[in-house]
Nanobody, 119 residues
C-alpha cells in the first residue's frame, strides 16, 4: 500500500507565494513520474507540472514562469514552488506518483490540499 500526502496549501494574497510538498511512503517502487494537478470548483482536474525520473520537467502554459517543480529522490518527496499567484490559481492541488515494478505500473494520488488566492 502506498501513502501519498500533500501539505503546504493555504490562503495567500494575489502576488504571493506558496510551496507545496508531497511525500510518498509505503510500497513505492521505481518512480518514473511525479506530478502536480489541480481542480477548481466545477472544473476537471488538470495537470500543472511534471517531473520525470531523469529530471526533465514539463509545465502547462498557466504554470510556466511562475511555478517550479523539484524533488528529493532519497525522500520520495517533491515540491511545487508557486510564485506570483493569481486568483485563478485557486483550486485543490493534488500530487501524483507513477511507479513501476517490472511490467506493472502504478499510479497513486494524494488527498489534495486547498490553495486559495484572494485579497
Amino acid at each position: 500500500q502506498v501513502q501519498v500526502v500533500e501539505s503546504g496549501g493555504g490562503l495567500v494574497q494575489p502576488g504571493g507565494s506558496l510551496r507545496l510538498s508531497c511525500t510518498a511512503s509505503g510500497s513505492v517502487f521505481a518512480i518514473y513520474e511525479m506530478g502536480w494537478y489541480r481542480q477548481a470548483p466545477g472544473e476537471q482536474r488538470e495537470s500543472v507540472a511534471l517531473i520525470f525520473s531523469g529530471g526533465t520537467t514539463r509545465y502547462t502554459a498557466a504554470a510556466k514562469g511562475r511555478f517550479t517543480i523539484s524533488r528529493e529522490n532519497a525522500k520520495n518527496t517533491f515540491y511545487l514552488q508557486m510564485n506570483s499567484l493569481k486568483p485563478e490559481d485557486t483550486a485543490v492541488y493534488y500530487c501524483n506518483i507513477r511507479h513501476r515494478l517490472g511490467d506493472s505500473e502504478y499510479s497513486d494520488w494524494g488527498q489534495g490540499t486547498q490553495v486559495t488566492v484572494s485579497s
